[in-house]
T-cell receptor, first 114, second 114 residues
Framework: AQSVTQLDSQVPVFEEAPVELRCNYS??????LFWYVQYPNQGLQLLLK??????LVKGINGFEAEFNKSQTSFHLRKPSVHISDTAEYFC????????????FGPGTSLSVIP | KAGVTQTPRYLIKTRGQQVTLSCSPI?????VSWYQQTPGQGLQFLFE???????NKGNFPGRFSGRQFSNSRSEMNVSTLELGDSALYLC?????????????FGAGSRLTVL
């Protein structure tokens, strides 16, 4: 079975400061990895995904993530956050052989302080 | 290109009633999956449909059911509502449901059970 851990449930950070949201996963099979963002009263939106190839993945809104197979991690980073980045962030995995049974982490609430 | 449309956006029901939620996927997408989002349990997979067939099912009681029509639109039904069914129900669509597909989410249907 797969599982996803997001150790930080809440992350406050000042505007223009860097941020890292941590994600670790557990799986006995190969997986694809995703980060989704959820703004208040909205559905989830894809930030970035790792399918294969380069372990550094760039996404929308200046976010990037690095896949580390040995540490089974997929941490999300942004060098300088904006107020508009305030949202809930979800790390997710899916087995490469699965049909859309995505396993989501519990989420990290990012609050950007002006 | 229209996004994933979920109706209704908000609804209030009482215990013991039943509810039907609707999801219209992105044109051309044949896979529709459903998730329940609650503060305590996070995002949990309900089921996934492709070409009118349920391919995958999460760990929910039989009160939760769904179906998909020939035009890929999907509905989910919850019978004999319980207080714990209060949640945001999210629908997501993808082209064929394979692991590498990106899920596109609707804004959700927020169900309150009194």
């Amino acid at each position: 079975a797969q599982s996803v851990t997001q150790l930080d449930s809440q992350v406050p950070v000042f505007e223009e400061a860097p941020v890292e949201l941590r994600c670790n996963y557990s799986s006995s099979v190969s997986v694809y990895l995703f980060w989704y963002v959820q703004y208040p009263n909205q559905g989830l939106q894809l930030l970035l995904k790792y399918l294969s190839g380069s372990t550094l993945v760039k996404g929308i809104n200046g976010f990037e993530a690095e896949f580390n197979k040995s540490q089974t991690s997929f941490h999300l980073r942004k060098p300088s956050v904006h107020i508009s980045d305030t949202a809930e962030y979800f790390c997710a995995v899916i087995m490469k052989t699965s049909y859309d049974k995505v396993i989501f982490g519990p989420g990290t609430s990012l609050s950007v302080i002006p | 290109k229209a996004g994933v449309t979920q109706t209704p956006r908000y609804l209030i029901k009482t215990r013991g009633q039943q509810v039907t939620l609707s999801c219209s996927p992105i044109s051309g997408h044949r896979s529709v999956s459903w998730y329940q989002q609650t503060p305590g349990q996070g995002l949990q997979f309900l089921f996934e449909y492709f070409s009118e067939t349920q391919r995958n099912k999460g760990n929910f009681p039989g009160r939760f059911s769904g179906r998909q029509f020939s035009n890929s639109r999907s509905e989910m039904n919850v019978s004999t509502l319980e207080l714990g069914d209060s949640a945001l129900y999210l629908c997501a669509s993808s082209q064929d449901g394979s692991g590498a597909n990106v899920l596109t989410f609707g804004a959700g249907s927020r169900l309150t059970v009194l």
